[in-house]
């Protein structure tokens, strides 16, 4: 494999517990430099990976790393489309965290930077490396259970309201609805296609208006398959789980236990009562995959089916805002 030269813009959790651990296990792959305003946070990442080179400003990054070949993108989304830009223009291909930029408009210019300069443009929708989900995509596309009839997706993860934070500014990219639901439309595309909001709902933050901690939506796939999406920043235990209602079974990814439940008429495995639990294992954490086969794609000069692309992204986001339109009727 031939060395590829990485850069890591933006320090928090993501890139910390994610993005720069997965290059440093990756062989041929070395992140040269890091960058992120708060000065406490970039020293004491440095220190944890052995990286020497660290800037306060990704412009100085970009300026002065000539050599570097690709980066992530690990900031807030409403700072996603000047750095991504600023690192296409810079010659860098990018893996950009989602959702892809805070509306259609920006993310359109994205892409067409990306097209302009020659590069890759790929986004963070780490879940389709999960292979609790990919055995999921692959049962329901070998119509061994028959037509899918019905698709639901309920994921919930407790944020704990802090308004100095980001994502509880719905300016700036906040929402539950923002920051879980494009993981949950990306998947959905990628397993049934495209698919438009028929119907929303919000339940808001007490404390902060207009800023929804619970959504749903209904969804309408142009195969004509019905769905349900649902999110929420409840304080309770996490859930991931993807369920798909066939013509002979129901199928039931859950994506944090990497378990597939399968409940069908006829046996599967010997087995048929309460339905069978199968565990996929997943030998390396699903955004490890997903940033080696980013790394991989650039060395090897190579399409890599399963990395969601700039228009992917700006799909999935054109599907979100979409959803906020019915707060509006």
Same mark, same amino acid.
């Given at each position: 494999?031939?060395?590829?030269? /990485?850069? /890591?813009?933006?320090?928090?959790?993501?890139?910390?517990?994610?993005?720069?651990?997965?290059?440093?296990?990756?062989?041929?792959?070395?992140?040269?430099?890091?960058?992120?305003?708060?000065?406490? %946070?970039?020293?004491?990442?440095?220190?944890?990976?052995?990286?020497?080179?660290?800037?306060?400003?990704?412009?100085?990054?970009?300026?002065?790393? =000539?050599?570097?070949?690709? *980066?992530?993108?690990?900031?807030?989304?409403?700072?996603?489309?000047?750095?991504?830009?600023?690192?296409?223009?810079?010659?860098?291909? /990018?893996?950009? !965290?989602?959702?892809? #930029?805070?509306?259609?408009?920006?993310?359109?210019?994205?892409?067409?930077?990306?097209?302009?300069?020659?590069?890759?443009?790929?986004?963070?929708? $780490?879940?389709?490396?999960?292979?609790?989900? %990919?055995?999921?995509?692959?049962?329901?596309? =070998?119509?061994?259970?028959?037509?899918?009839?019905? /698709?639901?997706?309920?994921?919930?993860?407790?944020?704990?309201?802090?308004?100095?934070?980001?994502?509880?500014? %719905?300016?700036?990219?906040?929402? #539950?609805?923002?920051?879980?639901?494009?993981?949950?439309?990306?998947?959905?595309?990628?397993?049934?296609?495209?698919?438009?909001?028929?119907?929303? #709902?919000?339940?808001? $933050? !007490?404390?902060?208006?207009?800023?929804?901690?619970?959504?749903?939506?209904?969804?309408?796939?142009?195969?004509?398959?019905?769905?349900?999406?649902?999110?929420?920043?409840?304080?309770?235990?996490?859930?991931?789980?993807?369920?798909?209602? $066939? *013509?002979?079974?129901?199928?039931?990814?859950?994506?944090?236990? =990497?378990?597939?439940?399968?409940?069908?008429?006829?046996?599967?495995?010997? %087995? =048929?009562?309460?339905?069978?639990?199968?565990?996929?294992?997943?030998?390396?954490?699903?955004?490890?995959?997903?940033?080696?086969?980013?790394?991989?794609?650039?060395?090897?000069?190579?399409? !890599?089916?399963?990395?969601?692309?700039?228009?992917?992204?700006?799909?999935?986001?054109?599907?979100?805002?979409?959803?906020?339109?019915?707060?509006?009727?």
């Amino acid at each position: 494999m031939k060395a590829l030269d /990485v850069g /890591v813009i933006g320090c928090g959790e993501i890139a910390e517990t994610g993005h720069l651990p997965a290059y440093m296990r990756i062989p041929g792959v070395k992140v040269q430099a890091i960058a992120d305003i708060d000065e406490h %946070r970039l020293h004491r990442v440095s220190r944890r990976f052995s990286i020497d080179r660290c800037y306060l400003r990704y412009e100085e990054l970009l300026q002065n790393e =000539s050599g570097i070949d690709a *980066v992530s993108i690990c900031l807030p989304t409403f700072l996603h489309k000047d750095a991504v830009i600023a690192s296409l223009e810079a010659g860098k291909h /990018v893996l950009c !965290e989602k959702p892809l #930029a805070l509306n259609a408009e920006e993310g359109t210019q994205m892409i067409r930077s990306a097209k302009r300069h020659g590069l890759r443009l790929h986004v963070g929708f $780490c879940l389709r490396f999960s292979k609790a989900l %990919r055995r999921l995509r692959r049962w329901v596309r =070998s119509g061994s259970f028959g037509d899918p009839l019905e /698709v639901k997706t309920t994921n919930v993860f407790w944020r704990k309201e802090d308004r100095k934070r980001w994502y509880f500014d %719905r300016s700036k990219g906040g929402g #539950a609805l923002f920051d879980m639901g494009p993981h949950s439309v990306d998947t959905l595309r990628w397993m049934f296609g495209q698919a438009n909001v028929r119907s929303a #709902a919000f339940k808001d $933050c !007490e404390t902060i208006p207009g800023l929804d901690i619970e959504s749903s939506a209904d969804l309408l796939f142009t195969n004509g398959l019905e769905g349900q999406l649902h999110v929420s920043w409840k304080n309770l235990p996490s859930k991931h789980h993807i369920e798909v209602r $066939c *013509v002979e079974g129901t199928l039931c990814a859950d994506l944090l236990k =990497s378990t597939l439940r399968v409940q069908s008429p006829r046996k599967i495995l010997g %087995r =048929s009562e309460n339905g069978v639990e199968i565990l996929v294992e997943q030998t390396l954490p699903y955004l490890h995959d997903e940033i080696w086969h980013f790394a991989s794609s650039i060395l090897n000069d190579q399409d !890599e089916n399963s990395l969601a692309t700039g228009n992917d992204g700006l799909r999935a986001l054109r599907t979100i805002t979409s959803a906020y339109e019915f707060r509006h009727i």
